[in-house]
């Protein structure tokens, strides 16, 4: 008699701590860029402030829903707190949606 019932493949060995770390190491790498490219595709182009000598972006139109669906402004808006949690951009003091970009630490 045979069977139709397909082969499950061996168990897979627990990943090691230098395996987590790399994995760790490479989504952090993603995330990052993703939020960058994000900022630099989806803000208003760069603009230079009075009195500052940096570029700055304007984050308001990655947040309107005249702009996006609510579940793009959703994801929009993950994508900005992750940028803030990684300190991947600063806000501008008194205007809070402008940001510019900085090299993580």
Do not use: N
Request: aromatic share 6%.
């Amino acid at each position: 008699m045979t069977s139709t019932m397909t082969p499950t493949a061996p168990a897979a060995a627990p990943p090691s701590a230098v395996m987590l770390g790399e994995l760790s190491r490479l989504a952090y790498t993603l995330a990052d860029q993703r939020t960058t490219s994000a900022i630099t595709s989806l803000c208003k182009p760069p603009t230079s402030m009075p009195g500052s000598a940096h570029t700055w972006w304007d984050t308001r139109p990655m947040l309107s829903t005249h702009e996006r669906s609510p579940d793009s402004v959703e994801q929009c808006r993950l994508v900005l707190l992750y940028g803030d949690y990684r300190r991947l951009f600063v806000r501008h003091p008194e205007q809070t949606h402008m940001v510019r970009l900085v090299t993580p630490q």
